[in-house]
């Protein structure tokens, strides 16, 4: 009897895990003991515990519950009284129900549609200090406005006399107005047959020179692009700069697309030569910001993200940073820029002399800036300034020595240059020259470059 009552047990376990609607087994299967408020030593039977749910998961815990339950049934009320061995019948049942349930159990993990599983993955948020925010914050705003700019030279194959275009060289610039001219370096696009612009999004365009000033080293492209894609980078002043403000560059150094690096003025008031021409560029901002070859026409912002500079040189004996850099000022910038987007050109004046290097002025033992040439056809030599040459017997005859331009003292050829690019086309000009032994004053109307005339 008590075999028989057991297999029908099993049978209904069983049944309840392969019904495809899982029912509740009865409670003669799932005995347990009641909760009673007051001692008794009689087991109660109360309403089954659970119902199977479709849930795969959670048909464990029933088993487990039966399991333990069923084990701890006593058999009789004599606890103290030797339960007669199992009947070989009973253990084939108990071994068949073992293997019925682990077969059950690995078809309804297998069988049961699972939800997809989602990993959590919980992280602490990154927190960052206020200076890197506003670090962070200025890359995110300016990178939209600072491109990429190739130098295709045409070179013809010794062999098959193809001409091809190949990259000479890479720099960066950015992006001026919603006109789509672009600001870089004249020794960027020097020698160029062919330019190429990517900006932020990695579109490339066909770019074309606008204008550029070998003097100052500045140059202006165009691109066709749509609106939405120009960014004008903010322009602000570097009249009022101080030694020690936060600087940040944006550039290209070594192919390397945005690249930000940070420091700070390390000095005001510098000059440097043009690669171009030689003429020097005064009032150069120096920065220790990491300035690398490809970070040439990239722009230099101020602590707002206003340009500030343009960076154009390093002096490094390898040729990599030193913490030495150089950005030509906004402000010199600015106007050359306009009048290269309105004429294509900058109408600068000049006096029309040669000059010699200051060197050899001081071996003289006299300050100024010699004259060594005056074209009869230029300013200068219409006015009436003398040139150096040599007398019939080949003695050398020094010329004109310029000490002052309109009372401002010329000690260099510097001097003179910043004297010069303060003044514009047709002014006249006061100029103190030490002419042999006695000084004189000849009034000079400047004149354009006999080319942009």
């Given at each position: 009897?008590?075999?028989?009552a057991?297999?029908?047990a ?14 509740c087994p ?24 659970f119902?199977?749910?479709c ?16 084990n701890?049934l006593p058999?009789?009320s004599?606890?103290h009284?030797?339960?007669?061995p ?6 084939a ?6 293997l019925c349930?682990s077969l059950?159990?690995?078809?309804s993990l ?5 939800g ?12 960052l200090q206020s ?10 705003e ?8 190739t130098?295709l030279a045409a ?5 098959t ?11 960066s ?7 789509g001219?672009i ?7 020097r ?7 990517t900006?932020?999004?990695q579109?490339?365009y ?10 100052k080293d500045?140059?202006v ?29 944006i550039?290209n150094?070594?192919?390397l697309d945005h ?8 000095g005001?008031r510098?000059?440097?030569s043009?690669?171009?021409?030689g003429?020097?560029?005064q ?6 910001a ?25 002096y490094s ?6 913490g ?7 402000d ?5 820029v306009?009048?290269?987007v309105?004429?294509g050109?900058v109408?600068r004046?000049?006096?029309g002399?040669?000059f010699a290097p200051?060197?050899?002025?001081e ?8 004259v060594?040439?005056?074209?009869p056809?230029?300013?200068a ?11 019939a ?7 004109d ?8 003292k010329?000690t260099n050829?510097s ?10 086309v047709g ?12 000084k ?6 400047l004149e ?6």
């Amino acid at each position: 009897m008590a075999a028989a009552a057991s297999a029908s047990a099993y049978s209904s376990l069983i049944s309840s895990f392969f019904s495809p609607t899982p029912s509740c087994p009865s409670s003669s299967v799932f005995p347990r003991f009641s909760s009673p408020k007051k001692q008794h030593n009689h087991l109660s039977f109360p309403k089954p515990l659970f119902c199977l749910p479709c849930n795969p998961n959670s048909l464990i815990t029933p088993l487990l519950s039966f399991l333990t339950t069923h084990n701890s049934l006593p058999r009789s009320s004599n606890a103290h009284k030797i339960s007669p061995p199992k009947s070989p019948l009973s253990s084939a049942i108990d071994s068949l129900f073992v293997l019925c349930t682990s077969l059950a159990l690995s078809f309804s993990l297998f069988a049961a549609d699972v939800g997809p599983a989602y990993a959590f993955v919980v992280t602490t948020p990154r927190k960052l200090q206020s200076d890197e925010l506003a670090t962070v914050s200025l890359f995110q705003e300016n990178t939209p406005s600072v491109v990429y700019i190739t130098n295709l030279a045409a070179k013809q194959d010794a062999f098959t006399l193809d001409v091809l275009e190949v990259p000479q060289g890479s720099g960066s610039g950015f992006i001026w107005d919603k006109e789509g001219h672009i600001v870089t370096n004249y020794h960027v696009i020097r020698g160029a047959s062919d330019l190429r612009v990517t900006v932020a999004d990695q579109t490339t365009y066909e770019a074309y020179v606008v204008g550029f000033d070998q003097d100052k080293d500045v140059a202006v492209l165009r691109i066709d692009a749509p609106k939405d894609k120009l960014r004008p980078i903010p322009l602000g002043i570097s009249s009022d700069l101080l030694v020690g403000q936060k600087v940040y560059a944006i550039g290209n150094p070594f192919g390397l697309d945005h690249t930000l690096t940070t420091g700070v003025i390390s000095g005001l008031r510098r000059e440097i030569s043009s690669a171009a021409t030689g003429r020097p560029i005064q009032d150069v901002i120096q920065t220790d910001a990491a300035i690398n070859p490809g970070n040439s026409g990239g722009p230099l912002l101020d602590s707002s993200g206003s340009l500030i500079g343009i960076n154009t040189a390093i002096y490094s004996p390898s040729g990599a940073s030193s913490g030495v850099g150089f950005s030509i000022p906004v402000d010199t910038v600015n106007g050359i820029v306009e009048q290269l987007v309105k004429f294509g050109k900058v109408t600068r004046p000049i006096l029309g002399i040669k000059f010699a290097p200051d060197q050899s002025v001081e071996q003289l033992g006299v300050s100024g800036v010699l004259v060594l040439d005056a074209p009869p056809s230029g300013p200068a030599g219409k006015a009436g300034l003398q040139p150096t040459k040599r007398d019939a017997y080949g003695r050398l005859i020094l010329g004109d020595i310029i000490t002052s331009v309109n009372g401002k003292k010329v000690t260099n050829g510097s001097d003179l240059y910043r004297i010069l690019d303060n003044c514009k086309v047709g002014d006249k000009i006061v100029v103190e020259v030490l002419r042999g032994d006695h000084k004189e004053k000849v009034p000079v109307v400047l004149e354009p470059k006999p080319d942009e005339s």
